[in-house]
């Protein structure tokens, strides 16, 4: 230990130096907070591109940042300088840490997804504060090097800021220091606008990383006044004129043959096709031998594996909704189909009870709070529901949202047991949602993310292999038709991208796909034929002998003859991002940030490796052709403005708007 830092003054100094810089920074405390803003910027933007090795890309990233928060930092230095009253000074200090705080967001964002944040992206947060807060704080720890350099830096600017706030230190302005300043900050800003045209053609037109190019909070900003940056505007809600039917709306009817199998539906959460062993190439491109999904690909062999499918939505709750009504969720970024309805919509469950009189259940390990899902599931007909809630033991849960699946063995048997007659059970997963933790009994954690990511993955397997054992052990294999589909997949950076929600990559539009059907379907095919997630109700419904035809759905039977010339529609969920559809080979993506179409030959270039972007007359027709289609995916919600409903006895549901929240009850009464 230095001999200096014991003496009893040695504090005192170092008090008096943080005083003395306080002192220097404190009078310009507005200037200080947007240089930190800037400065967050374009080092979270050199990591990334450090990170994915895309230096040559950087100045096309950072220039735009310079140039408007320099121009901020201008208006803010002669606002304060033109008034130089407190009042002032303090507008100045809080616009500049709105500013610094965006930047902050941003930064974490941009490290976990590979993507800038925008204002839409919070509404989760909003919605569900808890589980989201969770999530957070799950990343927070799972990245502590970043969530150091972001968070305690952060502390001390924010120290600062009230400080400043509190007691605002008038800056003493040397005229010509500060015309040069303000000069230089000028030149400095029409360089970088000069360099933006020169330094964007740096970068790379394969792999699409534009969206760094802006700057997150003009990008901020301009997505609430620009409707180029969304597909949908208030508008488009209150006019939308497209209405689900009830129950009680259709009418069934069946083809001279029809079987009474019972349907057995597994709902895979965030799978990507290929790291499922239904991917044809996935042994060779891993090239160790290794099987990641061995049951999920004997159930395929005694079926019909679809390879070629993808989710409408690639968010869990819209996923939901159509692959269990066949029908297209609304692409937009609300939960609209969680608001509790006065009779449940045609489903597959509503349509099996009504035509054959099945009984319904809908398991899952995920808890029912999350997204309502207990008024999804109230609006899809289900009989009964039972969530993690309903486990009633803690040793149990997994991460911050799932359970152990095996753990629904039990109820799901003695729910099976309960009656004779046929049944529609649909089991929702878990495990593979982040965080990807599997229980403790199967095995040591593994380390890396993607390497978790798998675990779960091959965990999943053995639970499908186990619930498909406990079926054989009632006696129930052969006379029921036995599913499991993915609800989207999930991206780790093969894009420079993570997550689900504003990707349009394979990687996450491509579901798994297969089903098993004793007698009804011939093993081991293999469709290649393009398909969506709302296909599955009518593929299913017409194998037990309903005809299909007049159920208006919006899918097909996948089973069946496809058009050659079918568009299979897709997009994220948030509102800001991309869309498109995939017609014989070909995938066409609309980005409206950028107000591009983009295509990918995928016969070709199934890693979506070259990107041709579309010139703006040809771009303009499938721009609006894609638009238009998810504007009128929006339906209608009959149901008052706001409101609270009890489900399935032991959930409270309470909604506003197209937003709905349940409570577990059943502990409370």
């Given at each position: ?32 907070i ?5 400065f ?30 320099l ?20 507008a100045?200090?809080?616009v ?31 919605r ?17 090097v ?28 040397e ?54 940056y ?18 009680t ?32 190439n996935?042994l ?7 099987d ?53 919509y ?10 054959m ?25 289900y ?5 993690r ?13 799932g ?17 004779d ?12 949602h ?15 993310l ?12 053995k639970?499908i ?8 052990s ?15 997949g ?14 349009a ?27 969506s ?25 996948a ?48 890693l979506?490796?070259s ?14 052709e ?6 009128g ?37």
């Open positions: 230990m230095n001999e200096q830092s014991l003496q009893p003054g040695a504090p005192r100094e170092r008090f008096r130096l943080i005083r003395r810089v306080y002192g220097l920074l404190a009078p310009r405390a507005w200037s200080v947007v240089f930190a803003a800037l967050c910027s374009l080092a979270v933007k050199l990591y990334h591109a450090l990170r994915y090795g895309l230096l040559r890309e950087y100045p096309s990233w950072i220039l735009t940042d310079i140039a408007i928060l121009s901020l930092e201008v208006v803010l230095a002669l606002a304060c300088y033109r008034w130089p009253r407190k009042a002032v000074w303090r100045a200090m809080i500049a840490t709105i500013t610094c705080t965006w930047s902050v967001m941003n930064a974490g964002w941009l490290i976990r997804t590979g993507t800038q944040i925008l204002p839409m992206e919070l509404l989760p947060w909003l569900d504060p808890i589980n989201i807060t969770k999530l957070v704080g799950l990343n927070l720890i799972r990245m502590p970043a969530a150091a350099a972001l968070l305690l830096p952060s502390a001390v600017a924010l120290a600062f800021f009230f400080s400043a706030l509190a007691r605002p230190l008038p800056p003493a302005y005229p010509r220091t500060f015309r040069t300043k303000i000069v230089f900050s000028l030149v400095a800003i029409v360089v970088a606008i000069v360099g933006i045209a020169a330094a964007s053609r740096l970068g790379s037109a394969q792999i699409t990383a534009a969206g760094l190019r802006f700057n997150c909070q003009a990008r901020a900003i301009l997505s609430f006044l620009l409707p180029e969304r597909h949908l505007v208030r508008d488009d809600f209150s006019n939308a004129t497209r209405r689900i039917p009830y129950a709306d259709v009418e069934v009817a069946f083809k001279p043959r029809r079987v009474n199998h019972n349907v057995v539906i597994v709902v895979l959460e965030g799978v990507q096709y290929r790291c499922t062993s239904l991917a044809a996935h060779q491109s891993d090239g160790d031998g290794y990641p999904t061995p049951y999920l690909a004997t159930v395929a062999s005694q079926g019909v594996c679809f390879t070629n499918a993808r989710s409408v939505v690639t968010h869990t709750t819209k996923a939901l909704f159509g692959l269990l009504t066949g029908r297209r969720p609304g692409a937009c970024q609300d939960i609209g189909e969680t608001v509790p309805v006065a009779q449940p045609a489903s597959l469950a509503t349509i099996l009870e009504k035509g009189g099945f009984r319904t259940a809908f398991f899952q390990s995920p808890t029912g709070t999350f997204e309502s899902r207990a008024g999804l599931v109230h609006n899809l007909g009989q009964k529901f039972y969530a809630e309903d486990l009633k033991d803690p040793n149990a849960f997994v991460g911050y949202l359970a152990d699946e095996f753990a629904l063995l039990e109820p799901i048997r003695d729910w099976i047991r309960s009656d007659k046929p049944f529609l059970l649909t089991v929702m997963c878990s495990v593979t982040d965080p990807y933790e599997v229980p403790s009994w199967y095995g040591e954690m593994a380390g890396t993607p390497d978790r990511y798998r675990q779960t993955i091959a965990y999943t397997d639970f292999q186990a619930l498909d054992v406990e079926l054989a009632l006696g129930l294999a052969d006379d029921t038709i036995f599913c499991v589909v993915g609800d989207h999930e991206a780790f950076g093969e894009h420079r991208i993570h997550g689900h929600e504003r990707v990559y394979e990687e996450v539009l491509r579901i798994a796909m297969c089903i098993r059907a004793p007698l009804l379907i011939v093993p081991g095919q293999r469709i290649a034929s393009p398909v997630s709302v296909d599955l109700v009518p593929t299913i419904l017409s194998l037990l002998g309903f005809e299909v035809a007049g159920l208006d759905f919006d899918g097909d039977d089973l069946g003859p496809l058009p050659l010339d079918r568009k299979v529609y897709f997009a994220g969920w948030m509102q800001q991002g991309p869309s498109g559809f995939v017609q014989d080979g070909n995938k066409f993506v609309y980005e409206p940030e950028q107000n591009r179409v983009s295509l990918f030959r995928l016969r070709t270039d199934p979506e490796m990107r041709f972007d579309l010139p703006e007359y040809v771009a303009k027709g499938f721009s609006e894609i638009v238009q289609w998810r504007r995916t929006i339906f209608r919600i009959d149901q008052k403005p706001a409101g609270s409903m009890t489900l399935f006895g032991s959930w409270s549901c309470r909604w506003n708007g197209r937003i709905s929240n349940v409570r577990h009850i059943a502990a409370d009464q």
